[in-house]
């Protein structure tokens, strides 16, 4: 059974940082290519950054670009997600996924992964 756990989430004010890491486990991780999403009340799912198989190649949104940064390690396991120079419109539920999106073609879409977590809430206060 695949497991994607978030963490890592909390209250920081603006300007402020986090650090999210997603644990997986029940597949093969290094096969997958990895992302974050978020949600913000009364809004949709958003794509915020995603990362290769082996972490040479990444995507961001442009709404995080320069702000935030995803990284992996797959002797853990584990995709992070460290967010500097928060800002209110950061706040929402992260998510992580995992699956056979490919970036450059479909990465941005929430129907080229197969895998998700739960989310960690993320709350910038301004």
């Known amino acids: 059974q695949v497991q994607l756990v978030e963490s890592g989430g909390g209250l920081v004010q603006a300007g402020g940082s986090l650090r999210l890491s997603c644990a997986a486990s029940?597949?093969?991780?290094?096969?997958?290519?990895m992302g974050w999403f978020r949600q913000a009340p009364g809004k949709e799912r958003e794509f915020v950054a995603a990362?290769?198989?082996?972490?040479?190649?990444?995507a961001y949104s442009d709404s995080v670009k320069g702000r935030f940064t995803i990284s992996r390690d797959n002797a853990k396991n584990t995709v992070y997600l460290q967010m500097n120079s928060l800002e209110a419109d950061d706040t929402a539920v992260y998510h992580c996924?995992?699956?056979?999106?490919?970036?450059?073609?479909?990465?941005?879409?929430?129907?080229?992964?197969?895998?998700w977590g739960q989310g960690t809430q993320v709350t910038v206060s301004s």
């Open positions: 029940g597949l093969t991780f290094s096969r997958n290519v």
């Open positions: 990362i290769s198989w082996g972490g040479s190649t990444t």
């Open positions: 996924a995992g699956g056979g999106a490919l970036i450059g073609v479909n990465h941005r879409l929430g129907s080229s992964y197969d895998y």
